[in-house]
């Protein structure tokens, strides 16, 4: 087997969750025609042995995590629908990893309606389909009209995380759309749709969340839990000084509900990925932030194409011990992949 990157953001569909789909091609490519949009976009998804083994053989990655695409089970607001459609995409991501598993791994999906059940799935998925952790796509929508959000940083979620803990397994947090309320007429991404997505809207988003984790008293509670975030942490590196600046005042200090700052979970419960950000300059800026053994190597297949994720690689001008370590040795530790360090 060939030794090169491992990469842990790739995103796939399973047969039974295409015509979900259907909702977010507009989004996803807005001078398009929904249909032929989507047609190329499902292959795309749905490949996992064939032309993305290829390209991966053809330019250098070893292994890929593999995960539900966006917005999976936080996208589906009725409890029941959600937790079978988990069931069914982890049962059948699990059949095709076994497939070649020198090559392929997977993340877990969850319905996150009920935290007691998602941890119930997440057990399930790694004791026994062999999952190494579990991806979330931002928010839970709930409600008839999907309109409502609910975020994992409350007490509520409380038995998820004592689970994630116990199976000492990462979570990765993923961006999603907006629900279809938030872009009505005269809406704040209403009448800006061209703010929607990878560029701008998922970033802002996600950072929200994550900033929500971080200051909720979680990682106090449960200091084991590991979480990722790709896209270079949704630029939140890049925010660390004067978001803790703020959040050590003393007049905030007092009262947070975290004993920490922000920066220190980062160095302490946060990963960080390149998926979708190739940016040499960033990357450094993070490894000098919250350290080298916090960043790991990603693509976000099929969104962005594996021969460009690797050109771009293939430049990056880090000493080689940590190359090394964002390229391959660092995932191989955090999702304790089956995968030979050297």
């Known amino acids: ?31 398009q025609n929904a249909s032929t949009t989507m047609t190329a976009h499902e292959r795309r998804l749905l490949d996992i042995h064939d032309a993305r083994l290829k390209s991966m ?61 998602a941890a119930a799935e997440l057990r399930r998925a790694v004791k026994e389909l062999g999952m190494f952790g579990g991806l979330l796509n931002d928010f839970q929508s709930f409600g008839d009209d999907g309109e409502g959000k609910e975020y994992f940083d409350t007490a509520k979620y409380d038995p998820f995380w004592e689970a994630v803990q116990e199976l000492d397994v990462p979570i990765y947090f993923h961006p999603r759309y907006r629900i279809k309320q938030d872009l009505e007429p005269k809406t704040q991404y209403g009448d800006r749709k061209h703010l929607l997505g990878a560029g701008v809207q998922f970033h802002l988003d996600l950072s929200f969340h994550l900033y929500a984790v971080c200051s909720s008293g979680i990682f106090d509670r449960f200091p084991k839990v590991q979480i990722v975030a790709g896209h270079l942490g949704e630029g939140i590196p890049f925010n660390l000084w004067r978001a803790c600046h703020w959040y050590n005042h003393p007049f905030k200090k007092s009262t947070r509900p975290s004993e920490h700052d922000y920066a220190y979970y980062f160095k302490h419960n946060v990963h960080i990925t390149t998926s979708g950000n190739f940016s040499t300059t960033g990357l ?17 297949t099929p969104y962005e194409n594996v021969k460009e994720g690797q050109d771009w690689w293939k430049t990056v001008d880090l000493p080689a011990d940590q190359k090394e370590a964002v390229a391959r040795t660092n995932a191989i530790r955090l999702f304790k992949l089956p995968l030979e360090e050297k």
């Open 1 to 31: 087997m060939m030794r090169g990157t491992i990469a842990v953001e790739e995103a796939i569909i399973d047969p039974s969750g295409v015509a979900a789909l259907s909702q977010w091609a507009t989004l996803l490519s807005p001078a």
């Open 284 to 300: 450094k800026f993070c490894i000098n932030e919250i350290g080298v053994d916090r960043c790991l190597y990603a693509i976000d």
């Open 57 to 117: 053989d053809e330019e250098g990655v070893e292994y890929m995590l593999l995960s539900l695409t966006s917005p999976g089970c936080q996208g589906e607001s009725n409890p029941s629908k959600a937790e079978k459609m988990a069931t069914v995409a982890n049962d059948y991501l699990s059949s095709e990893v076994k497939k070649n598993p020198s090559r392929f791994g997977a993340l877990a999906a969850l319905s996150m309606h009920d935290p007691v059940q």
